[in-house]
């Protein structure tokens, strides 16, 4: 069966000398969703992207076999991804002196770095320094959301309001009642699937066609309700019913192609930036886009101190421009946006734009992973083989720790993330022996294992920091960022935890226990880097309001994970997007009373 | 341009392994068994090594009921393949002495280059390597389990081992509902 999908429209010309209503820095999930959010006002908008439009599905091949790929997937000769080993051992910037032309993040690695290596930055060309971090980073129309894990989960109140729930950090600006009414929003315009459980921590979403579970998930599932927690199919970012509205994207078929490889769906079933918000957007006629556009400052006006525009290279010639507008939207992601605010300078700003408050680039957050347990379904081995790893993800087992209850050791909390069943690849090949017997192992047990890991909140510190790096630049001359960022006690404690729970509910469920994960991967292994420019009502300890927009400079606003407060255990995507389609709403009505 | 590599499957030998997983039943090891032999022009190995590659990786993944093994799915080949393009020279070098260490073990244990040894002095050999599995020691134990590990990557990217052995029923258009059970 091939789909007939619709291509994509073409954006006007990009016409410097006008000023536009709105430029917006990035495509991403928050980029996407303020050209989205902007041009349905009817904003003029000019979106700059420091990737290339890449003809997506030709690079993605979702449902290639591997051996009808002349590398079974492997990047040319001369690529490289990035491990576990070398994001610890080697010094900063890790592509420095290596003898590969190309080196990419570790997700290149995941079984088929040949299918994202257009997707990802090459290291070489963009360096950073500091302490070790595993800093993923996707510049192409539509970014990060063009490989995504999907999962796709609600914030509560446990954490807008957690410094009022266990007295640390500070609450957010806002409470869940200001956020719902988008996520419902984000979830009609773009599709989730899910199964409704009524958990005050994890709210519902409008949810279309949830996926199936299988016979030991099920299990599972029954055997953790007695115990107060809870496992729910996969929420997944997918539209599994389709969406009447848009023509660019299908329904999930249950091809299971997002579970391989780094991620990605060819069909855009799973929520894609280009496709699911800035294609709709191109049609209204208001967005212009232009790609290898990497900006380098937001321009200030000297009289007034506002923003007036972005300076940006071209990725391609080098060559400068400046683009001018009304309104400065930053979604470059939550690291490149703090970037680019400390790089602009200016007299009116010294330290930075909208950094009158000294917090850009501080209270940095994200999620910690790592620790979880593989386990052996005795009553699935040799059973015949099924189609069941055709869906948009596994499942999710959501946070159970400091709730009503009080953890010794450590606050807040983490879910898991699960998989189990068959996949094209047989799980645990590495089975001790050989011959006969070793392979009929593998084949008896292929469908047999079930894994959860870990995804915890990491908590948010003053100290936990980036900043510019005075020395190192990038292949465009522009200053790199520089890391001051490890794991705290905090971290330490709730990952021994993750890896005691895990265990709990496998030996409570009666699944033998084949493997267990203590290690915590290296910092920004979970690629949800969020804080660095802070929302909160105090304008010396926080750098945006509850509407994003900077303290300081009305008319610059940023709409991505740099705004988060704190991190929550839960996956950011579809907070950034209902925060920045919030922010969005207001910024355009503000400009409409001419108040910005 | 991968149907010219000696190693890769003709489109004819496996007449619509690629189109749809649904045609695989009628590919029966019997079927494959009678395949005419295929050629080899290693880029990395020497021919000897390949040889010895081929029958270590055969011996790992055998003809069973079930599937062909190692040699029908043309694992030497595709180890070949990643070894001849690589940058790393010390895995390169890792592979060319780890295949020395077993010619060395099977002198030691009967006298003759494991080629020439017979059946069962090779599964002396081989039993040898892997009973370190879980705790290395000798370079040829170091060895075996980046021979397994290599073996099982590509045995299971292959159409055999994708198709014929995992049996694997995915990658493919669901209509109406998923497969499995509702959260109820």
Redesign the interface.
Known sequence: MTLVLTPPPESPEVDLATTYDAIVVGSGAAGGMAAHVLTAKGLKVLLLEAGKKLPIEKELRSMQWPYDHPRRGDAPPGSHALSFNEYTVRQRPYAANSAYKHVYSYVGGWGGADYVKNILVDEKENPYTGSPYAWVRARALGGKTNIWGRLALRLSDFDFKAKSHDGYGDDWPIAYSDIEPYYDRVDRYLGISGHKENLPHLPDSLFQRPTKLNVGEVTLRQKLAPMGRVLTPYRAGVTTDGLKHNKYRSKCYGRGACNRRAGGCDIHAAFDSPTGLIYPAMDTGNLTLRTNSTAREVLVDRKTGKARGVAFVDSVTHKTYEATAKVVVLAASTLESARLLLLSTSPQHPNGIGNTSGHVGHNFCEHVMGPGVTGLMKDLVGKPHTIEDGRPGGFYIPRFRNLADKQNGFIRGYGFEGNSGQSMFPWHTDRPGFGAQYKKEVRDHAGAFINIGAFGEVLPRYESAVSIDPDVKDAWGIPALRFQYQFSDNEKKMGEDMVTSAREMFDAAGIEIIGVDRELLTEGWSIHELGTSRMGDDPKTSVLNQFQQSHDVKNLFVVDGSSHVSASCQNPTWTIMALAWRSCDYLADELRKGAL | ??DRSPWTLTRRELLGA?ASALVIPLLTPRLLAALSPFTVSARFFTPAEFALVDELSE????T?A?SP?ARAARVAG?ID??LS???ETEWQSRWRMGLQSVDALCRELSGKRFMQATADERLAV?TQM?AG??DPKTPAQKFFGEL??AT???Y????IG?HV???????????G???????T
């Open positions: 341009m991968t690629t011996m790992i993944i055998p069973d079930q093994g595709e393949r990643r393009e690589t940058v081989l892997a599995e879980a397994k590990g099982a990557q590509a299971y990217t292959s159409k994708i052995d995992q049996q694997y029923k995915g990658n493919v258009y669901q209509q509902e998923y497969a499995g059970f509702a959260a």
